[in-house]
């Protein structure tokens, strides 16, 4: 059996997630990319390397991730990777919707990038293929295979929703057949088109598992799927009492690049355009105030302040209004180290 543990905060490493363009041959149904906020440029390989150039002072303690959109429909994404290990970035990922496009698999070695990062949604092609749309199921498993024929490493991205979550005890073989290296559990978050859906005038239901599904569902099946000897990381989510919250854009490194020039240092504040820095001339320089670090001081008893702005029906309070527990910060994670 494994244990988990709650991944500290540190400062040591930076994490860089590098939207490298925003266009994508799919439009599932939660996409978190908002074109109004991301815009619709894809960065020439020129403004790549120089943005890159920004982070590369601490290249060895930077896992730096290449997102979109779909990042293999850029058609410079080799030599992105190429390039990015040139200078020394401690570990490269590509985070792919699966359809791995312009034969990329073919243009980089394993050498090159320490994994390739799957998409599903679901453990069967007829709950994923309708949240990311008909034929994503199939692709993706014949890409994560294809991968790993070709020797990459690979990791699975199961984004947890009311409309997924009773397929989470499917995943464990579906897993271990695909070869899977590292699982990770994601939490759907009120942002893109999931929080269009919730403010249109005829809203649907938030797809936000409750407290005690997530509690009653992911821990026992990360413990499952950690005993296969696969990795699994999974939000925390839910603070138990006594535990210290704390927010990463205080304590953390954690960079989110748009191709606009935006930079975010918390996912959830990248509906809004409160990002803390901006690329100018391909210099990284502080954006104007009010900005998220405004929100990153604030101290409230519900935890992450923009978790209450954004998403607040997860908060359950009691007969005298005080929340029962606090909301950790979405970059919050537990880890349970594959061992079988
Ligand atoms: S694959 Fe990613 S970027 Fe593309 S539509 Fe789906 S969530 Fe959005
Ligand atoms: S999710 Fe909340 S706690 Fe985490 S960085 Fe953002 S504002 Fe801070």
Redesign the pocket.
């Known amino acids: 059996m494994t244990g988990s543990q709650t991944v500290a905060f540190s400062k040591n490493s930076t994490n860089l997630f590098f939207h490298i363009l925003t266009k994508c041959n799919l439009a599932c149904r939660h996409c978190y990319i908002n074109p109004t906020q991301h815009g619709k440029d894809r960065l020439p390989l020129s403004t790549i390397k120089a943005w890159l150039g920004a982070f590369s002072k601490n290249s060895r303690s930077t896992n730096l991730i290449f997102l979109g959109g779909e990042p293999s429909l850029h058609p410079d994404l080799a030599a992105a990777v190429k390039y990015a290990g040139e200078r020394g970035f401690g570990s490269i990922t590509i985070d792919t919707n699966g359809y791995l496009f312009g034969d990329i698999l073919s243009k980089i070695t394993p050498k090159e990038v320490d994994y390739f990062s799957f998409s599903l949604d679901g453990a069967t092609r007829e709950t994923n293929d309708g949240l990311r749309g008909q034929g994503s199921y199939d692709t993706c498993l014949d890409g994560i295979r294809r991968a790993v024929r070709h020797g990459f490493k690979t990791s699975l991205i199961y984004t947890v929703s009311t409309d997924n979550i009773h397929e989470l005890e499917m995943m464990p073989p579906l897993l271990e057949n695909l070869k899977i290296n590292r699982f990770f559990i994601q939490v759907i978050g009120l942002r893109g088109k999931a929080a269009l859906e919730i403010n249109e005038s005829e809203p649907v239901a938030s797809p936000q598992v409750t407290r005690s599904q997530w509690l009653d569902t992911v821990p026992g099946i990360a413990r499952l799927i950690a005993d296969r000897g696969i990795a699994v990381t999974y939000p925390k989510v839910f603070l138990e009492p006594g535990e210290m919250f ?5 304590v953390a490194d954690n960079y989110f690049v748009f191709p606009n020039g935006r930079v975010y ?5 990248e509906d809004f355009p409160i990002h803390s820095l901006c690329f100018q001339e391909d210099h990284l320089v502080p954006a104007a105030r009010l900005n ?1 670090q405004d ?2 001081e604030l101290d409230i008893p519900e ?5 209450k702005l954004i998403q607040p029906r997860n908060i359950d309070y009691d007969e005298k209004g005080v929340p029962e527990y606090k909301i950790a ?3 919050l994670k537990e880890e349970i180290n594959g061992a079988r």
């Open positions: 704390e927010c990463a854009g205080k240092r918390c996912p959830l504040c998220e929100f990153f935890g992450c302040v923009m978790n910060c979405c970059l």
